[in-house]
């Protein structure tokens, strides 16, 4: 069983386009996270939710949405999509909210705007 | 500010070789420390991990990091690398007190291994 999956894993789209990411993590933690990695594989927070509850909103514009509609799930939702979001999006878990025995990332979404 | 530093931005090594990848971090607080390992197309997976006790710290896949407070520094060794080493490998920072779980990652360290 995948502790920490993302669906899907390529989403190739148009500029303007709305998309969304799901992310499931069947390891029964609390925290979970969205991050960004960029072409230079820079690795950038972006969202963070403790038990259903946003506790990390970094500065992303506001076209990222994310919804946990319980602990077990995390999803990302992207509007009018511009070429600037073309990134590896990874979604990740950790047992408390300090993130103190690490993160399980997800394979991780590659989105590609056109 | 925090930051995170991992000053090589590639290293190459033979096989067999030994490896020493370098990260340092800066911010007043006690830190815990990671390194993660990502192969391409791949997620990150945990190597290791410091948060207290012996700075001396083993992980996965024949791997141990020393964490060197004095130097600010939490290296990643190996004595012996394989051929699979091949990845990019990213060295992260939390701090302790803070309650919003925030990684800091390097910018990676790219190891290629030469048969």
């Known amino acids: 069983d995948t502790a920490v999956s993302q669906t899907p894993k390529y989403l190739v789209t148009q500029m303007g386009n709305d998309k969304s990411i799901k992310c499931e993590q069947n390891?029964?933690?609390?925290?979970m996270y969205w991050y960004k990695q960029d072409s230079k594989k820079f690795l950038k927070i972006m969202f963070s939710?403790?038990?259903?509850?946003?506790?990390i909103n970094e500065t992303v514009p506001n076209r990222f949405s994310p919804k946990s509609p319980d602990k077990a799930h995390l999803n990302l939702h992207i509007n009018s999509l511009e070429l600037g979001d073309s990134a590896v999006y990874f979604c990740?878990?950790?047992?408390?909210?300090?993130?103190?025995?690490?993160?399980?990332f997800g394979s991780g979404t590659r989105l590609t705007v056109v | 500010a925090q930051s995170v530093t991992q000053p090589d931005i590639h290293i190459t090594v033979s096989e067999g070789a030994s490896l020493e990848l370098r990260c340092n971090y800066s911010?007043?607080?006690?830190?815990?420390l990671f390194w993660y390992v990502q192969s391409p197309g791949q997620g990150l997976q945990l190597l290791l991990k410091?948060?207290?006790?012996?700075?001396l710290v083993q992980g996965i896949k024949g791997f141990e990091a020393e964490f060197k407070r004095s130097q600010s520094s939490f290296n990643l060794r190996k004595p012996s690398v394989h051929w699979s080493d091949a990845a990019e490998y990213f060295c992260?920072?939390?701090?302790?007190?803070?309650?919003?779980?925030?990684?800091?990652f390097g910018r990676g360290t790219q190891l290629t291994v030469w048969p």
């Open positions: 990740a878990s950790s047992q408390d909210s300090q993130g103190r025995y690490g993160y399980t």
């Open positions: 390891l029964g933690h609390d925290t």
């Open positions: 939710y403790n038990n259903k509850e946003l506790i």
């Open positions: 911010y007043g607080a006690t830190p815990y």
């Open positions: 410091y948060f207290s006790g012996d700075t």
């Open positions: 992260a920072v939390g701090y302790r007190g803070s309650t919003l779980g925030r990684l800091y």
